[in-house]
């Protein structure tokens, strides 16, 4: 995955995130960032990678959001793996 594919996926949960009056208090609460500093942040690839990892903290959320997106259930967690500072081999 390129690191500009891995980006509009982040992206996209955001956008997914924000519209969700359960998940958007706890994104909130997990990172510290309100609603205007994910504005602010939406072209930093770490905030990016932030976001990544709180959607792929519960299995029922990536679920959720895959199926909303179209997207494959590991492709969350392949968009964080490819962003900076999160490269691993075990996810390739």
Do not use: H, K, N
């Not at 949960?13 to 504005?39: H, K, M, V, Y």
């Not at 679920?63 to 494959?72: I, M, P, V």
């Amino acid at each position: 995955m390129t690191p500009d594919r891995a980006e509009t996926i982040a992206l996209q949960a955001l956008t997914w995130i924000a519209a969700d009056e359960e998940l958007l208090p706890q994104l909130a609460g997990a990172t510290g960032a309100s609603l205007a500093d994910a504005r602010e942040r939406m072209q930093d690839p770490v905030f990016l990678a932030g976001i990544l990892e709180f959607l792929t903290m519960e299995d029922r959320w990536i679920r959720r959001f895959c199926d909303d997106q179209g997207l494959a259930y590991e492709e969350p967690m392949r968009a964080l793996m490819a962003l900076p500072g999160q490269q691993r081999s075990e996810w390739p």
